[in-house]
Every structure is written in C-alpha cells, then in structure tokens.
C-alpha cells in the first residue's frame, strides 16, 4: 500500500487542517458581522456535511472487512482472546483513570457553586435513552446484521465480524481464501476512497468550523455564560482532558508501548484534528486506522481491532466529562454528594462513555444517565448545553486519541516491531 500514501506536495495534511479551523473561526465571526442575512452559515455547512457524509460512508464496510480480516488472520482464537482482553483492560483503565481526574479537579476547583441558573436553556433537544446495562450487553448480538448496519451501530457490527472472521477459518480452504481475497479486495478499493475523502479534510473542516463559529458569534448570552461560572466549567474540563492526553495517555505510551509519544501524536495528527474539528470519533476511524498502521507499523489485525473497538467503547474524554458536569450541576443546586455517590458517579459515567456513540453531542446525551443514577436533577443539562459544543471538541480529540495509544500498547505487547 505504500504508492497510496499521499505524496508530500506543499503543506502537510495536518497543517492544512490546522488552517482550515483558524480560517473558520475568522471566516465564522467575520460573515456573522458582515452578512445582513441571517442563517447564512447554512450556505457553508454543506461542505462540512459532505465530508462527514462522506467518513460516515466508509466506515460500516471499512470496519466489517477489516476486523473479519483481521481476525481470520489472527489463526487461532487464543491469540483473539488475549488481544481482546488486553484491549478491554487498557479502555476500562484508561477511562477509569479519566473520570477519577474529572472528579478529583471538580472537587478541587468546585465551578458550580454559586453558578447563576438563569442560564437554563430547553432541554427538550436531549433525549436519554434510559437502556439497561444488561440490555446494552444483549443488544450486541445483533437480530439483524443488516439493520444494525443501516442504523450504523458498531458494537452488534463488530460482533457479527468477529464472528465472521473466527468461522471464515473453519470452512474448506477454498471457500476461506475466496472470501480472504474479496476482503482484501473490498478493503483495499474503501482505504483508496478514505484517502481520497482525507484529502478534502481540511475544506470540510474549514465548513464545520465557520458554521459553529457563526452560529455562536451573535449569541450574547452564550458568551456571557463563557465568563461566569460555565467558564470555570470549561476550563477544569479542558484541564482535566490536558492531564490525560498531555500526561496520563503519553505517559503510558512511553511506559507501556515504549514508544516515544510525541512522535506518536505528531503522526497521528491528521486523525485527533478530525476527531476535534467533527466532535466525532466515528469519523475520525478510518484515518486513525490509516496512519496507525502506515505511519506506526502496526499490523492491520491489531489496529482493525483495537481502534474499531475503542471508537465506540473507549472514550476517555466523555467519562471525564460526565463526571465533571454531573458534580458541577450538584455544586450549582447546592446539593452536597457523598462519597459513595460521587464513586457511583464515576461508575455510570464509565458505563455511559461506553455507552456513547462515536457521534457529536453523544456525551451530552448519556449525562441524563448519570443524573439519573445518582437522583441529581435533569434540568442541570440545560446549564451545560450552552458551552456543550467547546467540551465536545476536545474530549472527542481524547476519545480518539486514547484509541490509538491502545493500539501502540496492544502491538508492542504482542511484540510487533513499530516505525513511530
Ligand atoms: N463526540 C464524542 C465522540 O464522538 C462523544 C461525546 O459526545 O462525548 O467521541
């Protein structure tokens, strides 16, 4: 695959996305000022929705051929069940980790207390769906492969590949290099169209970021609640995520994967500055997918394991999160937690970042769960709602990022030989 990586002409890629954002953000306060006509973003946001459209369509057949593959090349289930459990150890423990730092600095810098709540928007917009964790376990087995499919659910997705690819090896020979080789075929024409989506990242994201940007230029009351207490807010939630993506998550790399982890984010750039820009890990995928293996060596069995996976199960950021906005919504209505509640909190936000798709706002969505759980009042969303867009940038960049330190860790555990 070594003709199909872009030939360095000009900038690099990450560069030419770094750009498109700052771009935006001028382009995004400059119209609002300028334009007499309101909604004009919606003439922009187009192109950003092609580009996700277009990562959106990749990624079922992407993620189904290359976990089958994977798997069937793995041989034996042994080395599956080691990989697998070594995976899911890593994301429980990392995002462990994440929520007790969200818990630990709310509790330090307590935001909320005295927040004013006449900031309150309608929280109609977010709708919990209140699904049991034994309902979330049996809802991976899908009853229909191709309705989880159309729905683009992951988990029951990665379920049937698995499955797929363990059978794919116990039929006769013929029938599994047939199959091997359709596989490699499909998988190799989606990676040829994921570099060529990559390629119009930076228009895309140039889209997304002036139509964020113009939306919230002219909102006075959501950059006054910038400067009160939801600016507290804010920053003990990019505090917190600094400490696990600039510390924690480099720090394991470096110990576990004995890699050197600023080469590492540095060779992943193009994939955490999608994940910050679409606020969706999801999308990110097939481009961590992508460099993880051509920029850092890693097998395509490891990564079109580990990285599916984490996209959907793995979210540092968002467990952070929850626990960040679950206490500070407490602080602000004044009701003191215990600490067995403060431990349940950290808990169901673990089950809610496993819970969350790899989609914008899904965090949002899940911290209804954790108020719930712990009796804290759902109203306390619409505190939070107004600042929702600038958390979900960057704990979306920590739930992608925290995948491919998993990926780094699984294959230098497995002894692979890596080129970070
Ligand atoms: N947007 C996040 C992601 O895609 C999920 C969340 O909302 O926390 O990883």
Known sequence: MAEDTPKKKGLALHWQILIGIGLGIVAGIVLCKITPYENWYKYI???????????RMIVIPLVFTSIALGVAGMGNSAALGR??????????????????????????VRPGVGASLNLTEEVRTVNAQNVSFIDQIVNIVPANIFEAMAKGDLLPIIFFAVIFGLFMNKVEIKYSETLKNLFTAIYEVIMKITMFIIRLAPFGVFAIVTNVVGKQADDPQALLAMAGSLGVFVLVVWGGLLIQGGVVLPLLVR?????NPWRHISKMSTGILTAFSTCS???????????????????????????????????NGTA???????????????????????????????????GAAGIPMAGMVMLAIVLSAVGLPLEGI?????????????????NSYGDTCGAVIIAHSEGEELTI
């Open 382 to 398: 619409g505190m939070v709602l107004a600042v929702e867009q600038i958390c979900d940038m960057p704990r979306t960049c920590i």
């Open 320 to 354: 952070l999160y929850e626990c960040v906005a679950a206490i500070f919504i407490a602080q602000a209505y004044g009701i003191d937690l215990t600490l067995v509640q403060q431990i349940m909190i950290v808990f169901t936000a673990l089950l809610a970042a496993i």
């Open 83 to 108: 990989i697998a459990g070594k995976t899911i150890i890593y994301y429980i423990g990392t995002t462990l980790i994440a929520a007790v730092i969200g818990l630990t600095l709310v509790n330090l």
């Open 255 to 259: 110990v576990l994967g004995k890699q």
């Open 281 to 315: 890990s999801g999308a990110a995928l097939p481009i961590n997918i992508r460099d993880s293996q051509e920029k850092c060596g890693i097998s395509n069995k490891i990564a079109s394991f580990v990285l599916p996976l984490g996209s959907t199960i793995n979210m």
């Open 45 to 55: 946001k187009w192109a950003g929705d092609i580009f996700l459209r277009g990562l």
